[in-house]
C-alpha cells in the first residue's frame, strides 16, 4: 500500500506571493490534517479534513487555507507569503477521527520564502 | 501557550542502556496520548501511545507511562539501540476552546552510542 505522498517536495517563493501544496493519502483513508514544523515553534496543527469538510483549525491567520476532494485528496494554500512561513509543511492520513486512528504522515514539503 | 511540553532538547545514552524520554502537559482535557519518531528528511512514525485511563502501555522495547496527577509521561527504550537515534515528538489529543486536536512538543533528540 503507498504511503502519504506530498507534492511538491521543496518550494521557493518569494514574500507576497501565493502557494498550494498538495498531499495525497493512503489508499481508503478519509481524514487529512496538515501541520506546519519549524525549528522554534515545533509541529503545529494547522487544520484537519473528513470527508471533504474541515472538522478542526489550528490558531493560524487566514491566509493559511485548505480544501479536500472527493477523492480524499487535499491541497494546502498559504496567501501572501511572509518570510516566516518558511517551514516544513507536514500532511498526515488516518482512517477516521477518533483519537485511537492512527496518522500517518508524508515526508513533507520545505517551503522556504525569499 | 504550550501545552505540551518536552523539556530536554537532547539525550544522549549508551547502547543497551534504558533511554527514558519527559513530557509534561497542562490541559487536563487531553485523553489520548502518543509518542512519535522523526528521522531527518521523513515524516514522524507512530510509536505507541496510550489512553487516558490507563498508565502503562508497553510494545516490545518501548513502554509509556502517564501519571495523570503530575500531567506527565514518559517514554522507556530497553534496551537502547544505535537505530534507536531520532527526534522523539511527544503528542496529545483533547479539546483547546472548541477544537479537537492533537498538540505535540517540541522533540527531544536521542542519540544512542554504540
Known amino acids: 500500500k503507498a504511503g502519504v505522498t506530498q507534492t511538491p517536495r521543496y518550494l521557493i517563493k518569494t514574500r507576497g506571493q501565493q502557494v498550494t501544496l498538495s498531499c495525497s493519502p493512503i489508499?481508503?483513508?478519509?481524514?487529512v490534517s496538515w501541520y506546519q514544523q519549524t525549528p522554534g515553534q515545533g509541529l503545529q496543527f494547522l487544520f484537519e479534513?473528513?470527508?471533504?469538510?474541515?472538522?478542526n483549525k489550528g490558531n493560524f491567520p487566514g491566509r493559511f487555507s485548505g480544501r479536500q476532494f472527493s477523492n480524499s485528496r487535499s491541497e494546502m494554500n498559504v496567501s501572501t507569503l511572509e518570510l516566516g512561513d518558511s517551514a516544513l509543511y507536514l500532511c498526515?492520513?488516518?482512517?477516521?477521527?477518533?483519537?485511537?486512528?492512527?496518522?500517518?504522515f508524508g515526508p513533507g514539503t520545505r517551503l522556504t520564502v525569499l | 501557550d504550550q501545552q505540551v511540553k518536552q523539556n530536554s532538547p537532547s539525550l544522549s545514552v549508551q547502547e543497551g542502556r534504558i533511554s527514558i524520554l519527559n513530557c509534561d502537559y497542562t490541559?487536563?482535557?487531553?485523553?489520548?496520548f502518543l509518542w512519535y519518531k522523526k528521522y531527518p528528511a521523513e515524516g514522524p512514525t507512530f510509536l505507541i501511545s496510550?489512553?487516558?485511563?490507563?498508565d502503562k502501555n508497553e510494545d516490545g522495547r518501548f513502554t509509556v507511562f502517564l501519571n495523570k496527577s503530575a500531567k506527565h509521561l514518559s517514554l522507556h527504550i530497553v534496551p537502547s539501540q544505535p537505530g534507536d537515534s531520532a527526534v522523539y515528538f511527544c503528542?496529545?489529543?483533547?479539546?483547546?476552546?472548541?477544537?479537537?486536536?492533537?498538540?505535540f512538543g517540541k522533540g527531544t533528540l536521542l542519540t544512542v552510542n554504540p
Open positions: 498526515a492520513s488516518r482512517l477516521g477521527v477518533a483519537s485511537y486512528n492512527e496518522q500517518f
Open positions: 489508499s481508503g483513508h478519509r481524514s
Open positions: 479534513y473528513f470527508s471533504e469538510t474541515q472538522r
Open positions: 490541559n487536563s482535557m487531553f485523553d489520548y
Open positions: 496510550i489512553s487516558s485511563i490507563k
Open positions: 503528542a496529545a489529543w483533547g479539546s483547546g476552546g472548541s477544537n479537537y486536536k492533537l498538540t
